[in-house]
């Protein structure tokens, strides 16, 4: 999400008639957009403020903004460490970064911090790194309460982005040449409740189609769940050949979703499905309403309902009041589900979270290393297995450029999200589709050969053009 913004700042800037520098060196504007959900963010940012300074005072005119949850959170501390910042923004208003530099340039520094979101960032200009896949923001905000999660006070509560509006985002990708769709939300599969539910029992206003898309306002009574009924109409637009989505909840996630993935082509066979503790009392104290048991049983569901599924998960290590038996369980559940692949992460408190009182109950820095380290074992012997199990097969790959490490090598990505490289010594344009056979695996990456590019790719490309 907060990457998803930072495309949306860049291309807002570039809007403006601003152009990509090289170096913080070669800038007249700089914007550090910082996210707090882990981690040290604040110190790194204020690390880099530090440094920041120096060159303000070199280049007085050099204009410096911190947009962000971490901004958002941090407003005042971040004026009285660094009085050198202009313009200090929050998650709400990122649509007004150029006005907000306009602002300061001739007022001075200033903070504008909003509760209310303005507009969905999808709404606003981008500058994304690849020109043939894209994010769409479908929610934002959050309405659960998980203990350790800082998410619902930066982002604020659930609002959906009115269905017709998403369609017509993904038509509109579509005839730029956009063939890959990831919809994004915190809780993906309770997107359009907040709007169904204001529809529930009243006469339906002429633009509920528009609101809520032809199934639901057909069916309403049935209560259909808008997500799946969002996931095929995206599939359905002319040009999208793989639809991704991130993340479900495992308690909100529903058959009506795993069915949609098991029947329509375009949605890829990929469930990344945060588990975050394999014990129940863990569990219980995040607030997260399943136990392992009815995890299991959604893996299993969507198992039966999904040929080749690919499994993937976010693991939190040392949550507070974690023993040796919790963080068991958490090993156990791993292994028996078989993750592709795992994000894990050592707890790490978030002022003003429940969780982050619980001072009394913190796991040691040395005990959570080390069940991080077990834990990354085992996540990748499953990892490479995986893998394992696709040498030999053909797979679709969306070409993603040459290999960092190896310029004769080609990096694509298969419908799981892996990594493939092989050997090519024509080009061949990033956002191709091509078939590849598996020849080698690794915990990470899949060795291929190039069988042939089945589908070359459609989008325009900006020439620079040079200014005299
Ligand atoms: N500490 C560690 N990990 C966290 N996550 C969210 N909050 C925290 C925290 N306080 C992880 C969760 C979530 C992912 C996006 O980040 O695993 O699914
Ligand atoms: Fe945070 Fe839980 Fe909401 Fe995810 S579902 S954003 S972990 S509060």
Redesign the pocket.
């Given at each position: 999400m907060n990457e998803h913004d930072s495309e949306r700042i860049a291309g807002l800037l570039e809007t403006d008639g601003m152009e990509e520098a090289e170096s913080f060196d070669d800038a007249d504007v700089i914007v550090l957009n910082t996210c707090c959900?882990?981690?040290n963010a604040d110190n790194k940012l204020y690390g880099q403020l530090g440094n920041l300074k120096k060159l303000k005072e070199e280049r007085p005119d050099l204009q410096i903004a911190v947009g962000g949850c971490l901004a958002q959170k941090d407003r005042e501390t971040i004026r009285e460490r660094a009085p050198h910042v202009d313009v200090v923004f929050g998650t709400h208003n990122v649509g007004r970064a150029t006005e907000l530099l306009t602002e300061a340039r001739a007022n001075g520094p200033l903070t504008e911090i909003l509760e209310e979101s303005e507009a969905f960032p999808s709404a606003l200009p981008v500058k994304r790194d690849a020109n043939h896949a894209a994010w769409v923001t479908i929610q934002i905000g959050c309405d659960n309460s998980?203990a350790?999660?800082?998410?619902p006070a930066v982002r604020g509560k659930e609002i959906s982005r009115p269905y017709g509006e998403l369609v017509e985002e993904v038509r509109q990708l579509a005839s730029n040449g956009v063939t890959e769709v990831t919809l994004l939300g915190q809780n993906v599969n309770s997107y359009g409740r907040d709007l169904t539910l204001k529809l529930r029992g009243s006469e339906l206003p002429d633009d509920s189609e528009l609101l809520v898309g032809r199934s639901w306002t057909q069916g309403r009574h049935t209560a259909r769940p808008l997500f799946s009924d969002l996931l095929r109409s995206v599939s359905e637009i002319e040009g999208i050949r793989r639809v991704r989505y991130t993340?479900p909840h495992p308690k909100d996630l529903r058959v009506e979703t795993m069915d949609v993935m098991g029947e329509v082509p375009e949605v890829c066979e990929h469930l990344h499905l945060?588990l975050?503790s394999g014990s129940d009392q863990i569990l219980a104290s995040m607030h997260r309403g399943y136990t392992a048991n009815k995890y299991l049983a959604k893996i299993a569901a969507a198992r039966q309902r999904i040929v080749d599924l690919a499994v993937t998960t976010?693991?939190?290590v040392g949550?507070p009041g974690e023993s040796d038996d919790d963080f068991e369980k958490t090993l156990e559940l791993a292994a028996a589900v078989q993750f592709d692949n795992a994000?894990t992460?050592?707890?790490?408190?978030?002022p003003g979270?429940e969780?982050?009182d619980l001072v009394d109950q913190y796991v040691s820095q040395d005990v959570a290393a080390e069940r991080m380290e077990r834990l990354r074992q085992v996540i990748e012997r499953s990892s490479l297995h995986s893998n394992q199990t696709r040498v030999g097969l053909h797979e679709e790959v969306i070409v993603e450029g040459r290999s960092k490490r190896d310029s004769a090598m080609l990096t694509g990505r298969t419908r799981h999200n892996r990594l493939v490289h092989f050997p090519a010594q024509n080009n061949i344009r990033a956002g191709s589709y091509a078939q590849v056979l598996v020849t080698g695996a690794r915990t990470f990456n899949l060795n291929g050969e190039l069988l042939e590019v089945t589908a070359p790719a459609k989008h325009k490309t900006r020439i620079p053009v040079a200014s005299s």
């Amino acid at each position: 999400m907060n990457e998803h913004d930072s495309e949306r700042i860049a291309g807002l800037l570039e809007t403006d008639g601003m152009e990509e520098a090289e170096s913080f060196d070669d800038a007249d504007v700089i914007v550090l957009n910082t996210c707090c959900i882990r981690e040290n963010a604040d110190n790194k940012l204020y690390g880099q403020l530090g440094n920041l300074k120096k060159l303000k005072e070199e280049r007085p005119d050099l204009q410096i903004a911190v947009g962000g949850c971490l901004a958002q959170k941090d407003r005042e501390t971040i004026r009285e460490r660094a009085p050198h910042v202009d313009v200090v923004f929050g998650t709400h208003n990122v649509g007004r970064a150029t006005e907000l530099l306009t602002e300061a340039r001739a007022n001075g520094p200033l903070t504008e911090i909003l509760e209310e979101s303005e507009a969905f960032p999808s709404a606003l200009p981008v500058k994304r790194d690849a020109n043939h896949a894209a994010w769409v923001t479908i929610q934002i905000g959050c309405d659960n309460s998980c203990a350790f999660c800082i998410v619902p006070a930066v982002r604020g509560k659930e609002i959906s982005r009115p269905y017709g509006e998403l369609v017509e985002e993904v038509r509109q990708l579509a005839s730029n040449g956009v063939t890959e769709v990831t919809l994004l939300g915190q809780n993906v599969n309770s997107y359009g409740r907040d709007l169904t539910l204001k529809l529930r029992g009243s006469e339906l206003p002429d633009d509920s189609e528009l609101l809520v898309g032809r199934s639901w306002t057909q069916g309403r009574h049935t209560a259909r769940p808008l997500f799946s009924d969002l996931l095929r109409s995206v599939s359905e637009i002319e040009g999208i050949r793989r639809v991704r989505y991130t993340s479900p909840h495992p308690k909100d996630l529903r058959v009506e979703t795993m069915d949609v993935m098991g029947e329509v082509p375009e949605v890829c066979e990929h469930l990344h499905l945060p588990l975050q503790s394999g014990s129940d009392q863990i569990l219980a104290s995040m607030h997260r309403g399943y136990t392992a048991n009815k995890y299991l049983a959604k893996i299993a569901a969507a198992r039966q309902r999904i040929v080749d599924l690919a499994v993937t998960t976010d693991i939190i290590v040392g949550f507070p009041g974690e023993s040796d038996d919790d963080f068991e369980k958490t090993l156990e559940l791993a292994a028996a589900v078989q993750f592709d692949n795992a994000f894990t992460f050592i707890y790490s408190p978030r002022p003003g979270t429940e969780a982050a009182d619980l001072v009394d109950q913190y796991v040691s820095q040395d005990v959570a290393a080390e069940r991080m380290e077990r834990l990354r074992q085992v996540i990748e012997r499953s990892s490479l297995h995986s893998n394992q199990t696709r040498v030999g097969l053909h797979e679709e790959v969306i070409v993603e450029g040459r290999s960092k490490r190896d310029s004769a090598m080609l990096t694509g990505r298969t419908r799981h999200n892996r990594l493939v490289h092989f050997p090519a010594q024509n080009n061949i344009r990033a956002g191709s589709y091509a078939q590849v056979l598996v020849t080698g695996a690794r915990t990470f990456n899949l060795n291929g050969e190039l069988l042939e590019v089945t589908a070359p790719a459609k989008h325009k490309t900006r020439i620079p053009v040079a200014s005299s």
